[in-house]
């Protein structure tokens, strides 16, 4: 089966600097894969996706790469605001497949200081 | 529309007692799961649905058992309760008769097992 691995488990950074967290997955029928964002006891959030089909895609200050034929995938985070410290959780799946399941990565604690 | 609705919200068991876990949404998703988040371990999936009488495993299924008679309600049991349940639970849902991987998560239920 699918197997997300992310990294790192914890960053820190200052205020208007940029935040990357990387993924890697093994199963090659992988297909889409989102980024969810959870903060201190809240629900996880879906903040942005790319499909295969796509090298990259952005949102406002987010952005998410993907690298089909290494298997990774990263989210890209720009002029980091104290309100983006969370939890952030990559994911895997093959939509459209007969197991079409989220499978997360282990997080990453995102901590942004003014 | 309420979303996705988990109760309770929290719950302390003794070892070897049974309780369920209510989940329901509104959305008329046909796609229902449910993650189990531990420290340092990510979102695994339990158990989930792809529609009323249809239920599969997840990652971690022992222990664990679901149902689903109707659209709206994906209840999760725990039939004898062990320490390592101690965790906290999201039930998540999907739009469409297939996990679409946009998933709408409850609010959580933390369970702890003495």
């Known amino acids: 089966g699918e197997n997300v691995e992310q990294h790192p488990s914890t960053l820190s950074v200052q205020e208007g600097d940029s935040a990357v967290i990387k993924c890697t997955y093994s199963?090659?029928?992988?297909?889409?894969f989102p980024w969810y964002k959870q903060e201190l006891g809240k629900r996880p959030q879906l903040i942005i996706d790319i499909r295969s089909n796509v090298g990259e895609k952005k949102d406002q200050r987010i952005a998410v790469t993907l690298n089909k034929t290494a298997k990774h995938f990263s989210l890209h985070i720009t002029e980091t605001q104290p309100e983006d410290s969370a939890v952030y959780f990559c994911?895997?799946?093959?939509?459209?497949?007969?197991?079409?399941?989220?499978?997360f990565g282990k997080g990453t604690k995102l901590s942004v200081k003014p | 529309n309420a979303g996705v609705t988990q109760t309770p919200k929290f719950q302390v068991l003794k070892t070897g007692q049974s309780m369920t876990l209510q989940c329901a949404q509104d959305m008329n998703h046909e796609y229902m799961s449910w993650y189990r988040q531990d420290p340092g371990m990510g979102l695994r999936l339990i158990h989930y649905?792809?529609?009323?009488?249809?239920?599969d495993q997840g990652e971690v299924p022992n222990g664990y058992n679901v149902s689903r008679s109707t659209t709206e309600d994906f209840p999760l049991r725990l039939l004898s309760a062990a320490p390592s349940q101690t965790s906290v639970y999201f039930c998540?849902?999907?739009?469409?008769?297939?996990?679409?991987?946009?998933?709408?998560f409850g609010e959580g239920s933390r369970l702890t097992v003495l």
């Open positions: 199963d090659s029928a992988s297909n889409y």
């Open positions: 998540a849902s999907s739009p469409g008769t297939a996990n679409t991987g946009e998933l709408f």
């Open positions: 649905s792809v529609g009323a009488g249809i239920t």
């Open positions: 994911a895997a799946m093959n939509y459209g497949g007969s197991q079409g399941n989220l499978i």
